[in-house]
């Protein structure tokens, strides 16, 4: 008899709730979840496809180990005493620097991956650390670091009760959004759109976001900095700023006028190809609305000017008064994150502590740009990375010329991958530890949860029980741990989360503002829940988070407006009406809901939030104001006769989604979209062949014209080009499609964040025969 059982779907941020159906051990389907408290039955074909996912027979069932040049099957024991036998050796010989750490994007859509890297960079110490990040949203983190103090503290668009969204460089209908959790997006948008709401997106493309829009404005790659500039410029220089509260909570406004003083949008138009008209009406909207949100995204991040692009969408939230209040962008209050603390000063948010080696790139959020792996591994000298960890990272697809980074990983002392598949970038390592398929592995969304436009908390155990000979991808982090540090066979992986539960009790205990204040940690510690060390420290994390049991202690003192005294809204299933004392959260309360605990809409948060020195927004901060002249600068540019767009398509994932043939059938996705104006003074047909060259290199690809890619731009997806030797996958490597990561030699940077620039680059275009 099939059964089902609950899942959170890893396979995007929106973190949808699936009811899978079951039978024996296999997923036969899987559903939306119509009970679940936010996706409310909601899924996508990814999502739907799961069934397959799991299944995929090309996924590893055990670890891999390189011998005499070949990659064998082995135990378990035999692939942690090779890692054994490797990383602490190297580490003496040559320094903490010989051992590099790369996390790929599927980490923050794991327990294993939220847990265990900051234990193992801790054990390693070292500072050669990258992630998918630097293809991504760093530039977030370091305005938000910036502005707020923490990096952390992205605020989120109010979703579900905007009047008015400003969208730069998302699509969501394809993406189902990013650093804003919000299962069915597109739903939402068209909510947005039916209640009076205005949506208005900003992209090269005219994209199925773009059609749901009231107004779609397509400038120019790379050219968001300044019309977000000029949009601030308009509001300050026509008195439409109304930052009403936050007035007396920021730092730097009065300076603001004078540094973006040279953005008129006269100044900016021709930069964005837009019309100065376009621009003060945008503004002039923006500010008329009664609240309105604006957020960017992959388009506004992976930029040159990225990081001033970040900033100044929330220089715009603060300029309408919509930072912090219902409608505007808020701070979400995950459950498994920390208590809210009282407002003051904070550390503060610093860039460059350190540089990377060969290039000097500052660090930023401790982490060194990925376009700058190959080189650390290549050149050299005291430091070099003889050995590296890539934990759910695929980055010679994901990053810039996959080719030299190719070779690079081929000249490692060694190499361990934590990866269910053998593909473009594992097939280098000397050890493979996979975890095992999703329906195995329990699921919390430790990330997701802080971006999501509802406070709320899941958690689903393994819906299927671990196979004979899988280790889970938790133990598989914590004896990795143990391995690099030399303690692999004389403690037990449990003895990892044993360790960190007793550094947060013992913290807690000895902490007057804590409401543990006092208090046995080892009583503590064995009133945790939980059939394992993740539960048991996720049991921490709730019952010490905002909305906690905190032990029976009682609720902790207020440190923000409303912060933590979550009532939740109405009755409905799993609205939690709890939030102090005994009535609060614990793992054992959040088992009980299945279907996940509303914890109602997001509220205003601030000044407890703030972590910056002054204890205020810091709307202008000095890195900031140093980089203004370089986005000054630009104005002067001669843009690039032809530059290079990404894209999403909803029935893929990056660069590992294609080993599915649910997901892949059909046509082949990887055209080089191009605009018919540009493909006729070009001669380029549709279906015909291009040569695309660029700073790094040139690929052959077939090219589709199309008008929903403006005039001097052209769209290519990334993730593709499977044909490497080495790799098992059946059928991604029979499709078609190249590595457009190929085009970049790994040069082009923002550099306050080191993000790699992917999209807005130039390029030439060759008819082929
Ligand atoms: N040109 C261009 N390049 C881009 C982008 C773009 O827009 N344009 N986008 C960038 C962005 S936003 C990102 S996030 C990066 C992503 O790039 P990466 O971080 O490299 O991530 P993926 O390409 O998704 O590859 C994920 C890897 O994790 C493995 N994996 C899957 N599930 C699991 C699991 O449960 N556990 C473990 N341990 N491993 C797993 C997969 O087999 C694969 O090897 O790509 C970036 N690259
Ligand atoms: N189906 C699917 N879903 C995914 C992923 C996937 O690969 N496939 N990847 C996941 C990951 S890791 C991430 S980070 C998110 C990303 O989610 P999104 O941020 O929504 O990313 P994209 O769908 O790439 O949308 C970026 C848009 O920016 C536009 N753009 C390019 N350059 C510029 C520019 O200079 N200015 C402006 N304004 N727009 C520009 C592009 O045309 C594109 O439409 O998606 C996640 N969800
Ligand atoms: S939208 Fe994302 S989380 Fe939801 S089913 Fe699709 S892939 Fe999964
Ligand atoms: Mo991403």
């Known amino acids: 008899m099939p ?40 899924i996508c074909p990814k999502g739907a496809a799961f069934g397959a996912l799991d299944a995929d027979p090309d996924r590893l069932r055990t670890p891999l180990v390189r011998r005499d040049g070949r990659l064998r099957e082995a135990t378990w ?45 801790k054990a ?66 068209k909510a947005l759109r039916a209640r009076g709401g205005t949506l208005v997106v900003v992209d090269p493309r005219r994209t199925r976001t773009a059609k749901l829009a009231d107004l779609h404005l397509a400038p120019r790659p790379g050219s968001d ?15 439409l700023a109304a930052p009403g509260t936050l007035e007396e909570q920021a730092e730097g406004l009065g300076e603001l006028a004078d540094a973006l003083a040279r953005f008129t949008p006269e100044a900016v138009a021709p930069a964005c190809d837009l019309t100065a008209a376009e621009i003060r009406d945008l503004a002039r909207a923006l500010t008329a609305a009664p609240t309105a949100a604006v957020y960017g995204r992959i388009g506004s991040c992976t930029v040159e000017y990225g990081t001033l692009a970040s900033w100044l969408v929330d220089v715009l939230n603060v300029l309408t008064g919509n930072l912090d209040r219902p409608g505007g962008v808020l701070f979400p209050l995950p459950a498994a994150g920390p208590r809210p603390r009282p407002a003051g000063p904070g550390k503060g948010f610093t860039l460059g502590r350190w540089l990377s080696r060969v290039s000097g790139h500052p660090e ?33 697809l994901s990053a810039p010329d996959g080719r030299r980074l190719d070779a690079a990983l081929s000249g490692l002392d060694f190499m361990i991958s934590v990866d269910p598949y053998l593909n473009e970038t594992s097939r280098h390592a000397h050890v493979v530890l996979p975890p095992p398929p999703p329906s195995q592995s329990a699921h919390h969304d430790f990330a997701f949860n802080g971006f999501a436009v509802r406070n709320q908390v899941r958690y689903s155990r393994p819906a299927v029980p671990l196979e004979a000979g899988r280790l889970d991808e938790c133990e598989i982090h914590a004896r990795l741990v143990l391995a690099v540090s030399g303690r692999y066979g004389s403690a037990d992986p449990s003895a990892v989360d044993e360790m960190v539960i007793h550094g947060v009790l013992a913290k807690e205990t000895a902490d007057p503002s804590s409401p543990l204040h006092g208090r046995d940690p080892a009583r503590l510690a064995g009133l945790l829940t939980g059939e394992n060390g993740p539960e048991r420290r996720l049991d921490l994390m709730l019952r010490l988070g905002p909305y906690g049991d905190r032990f029976g202690a009682g609720p902790a003192p207020q440190a923000g407006p409303g912060e ?57 901060p000095d890195p900031i104001t140093a980089e203004l002249p370089r986005l000054r600068a630009a104005l002067a540019d001669r843009p690039a006769a032809l530059v290079l767009v990404g894209r999403r398509h909803l029935r893929s994932n990056n660069s590992w989604l294609h080993n599915v043939p649910a997901l892949t059938g059909g046509s082949n996705r990887c055209t080089l979209q191009v605009n018919p104006e540009d493909a006729g003074r070009l001669g380029l047909t549709e279906g015909g062949l291009a040569r695309i060259t660029a700073d790094g290199g040139s690929l052959e690809v077939p090219v589709e014209v199309t008008d929903t890619v403006r005039t001097g731009v052209v769209s290519l ?53």
């Open 225 to 239: 900095a300044l019309l977000l500039a000029a949009l601030a410029h308009t509001l300050l220089a026509e008195g």
């Open 717 to 769: 997806p990334h993730g593709w080009g499977h044909d490497r030797d080495g790799a098992r996958l059946s059928v991604a490597s029979a499709a078609p499609g190249v590595n457009v990561n190929q085009l970049l030699d790994g040069s082009r940077l923002d550099p306050l964040s080191g993000t790699a620039v992917l999209n807005g680059f130039p390029v030439e275009l060759t008819p082929l025969p």
């Open 124 to 189: 390693l110490g070292t500072r050669n650390f990258f992630t998918a990040s630097t293809l991504d949203q760093m530039p977030k983190h370091v305005s938000s670091g910036l502005l707020f103090g923490d990096p952390f503290a992205i605020p989120v668009p109010d979703l579900d009760r905007t009047d008015f969204l400003l969208l730069l460089g998302a699509n969501p209908v394809e993406s189902n959004g990013s650093l804003c959790t919000a299962p069915d997006f597109p739903g939402r948008l």
């Open 3 to 42: 059964r089902t059982a609950l899942r959170i779907c890893p396979l995007c941020e929106a973190t949808c709730g699936l009811t899978l159906t079951i039978e024996g051990t296999a997923v036969t389907g899987a559903r939306g979840d119509r009970e679940d408290v936010f996706s409310r039955g909601f």
């Open 77 to 121: 024991e035999e692939a942690y005493e090779a890692i054994a036998a490797a990383v602490p050796a190297l580490v003496r010989e040559h320094g903490a620097q010989s051992v590099g750490v790369v996390l790929g994007n599927p980490n923050v859509h794991t327990m294993a991956g939220n847990l265990y890297p900051s234990l193992l960079l």
């Open 564 to 620: 933590g005294e979550c009532e939740g809204e109405g009755a409905g299933t799993g609205t939690y009406a709890g939030g102090s004392g005994g009535e609060g959260l614990s793992l054992e309360r959040l088992l009980a809901h299945p279907h996940g605990i509303d914890l109602g809409p997001l509220r205003p948060r601030l000044p407890g939030v703030l972590r910056t020195r002054s204890g205020r927004i810091e709307l202008l």
């Open 364 to 396: 930023a959020k401790s982490e060194l740009p990925i376009a700058a792996l190959a080189e650390e591994i290549e050149t050299v000298g005291e430091g070099r990375i003889r050995a590296l960890i890539a934990i759910a990272a695929n980055p010679v």
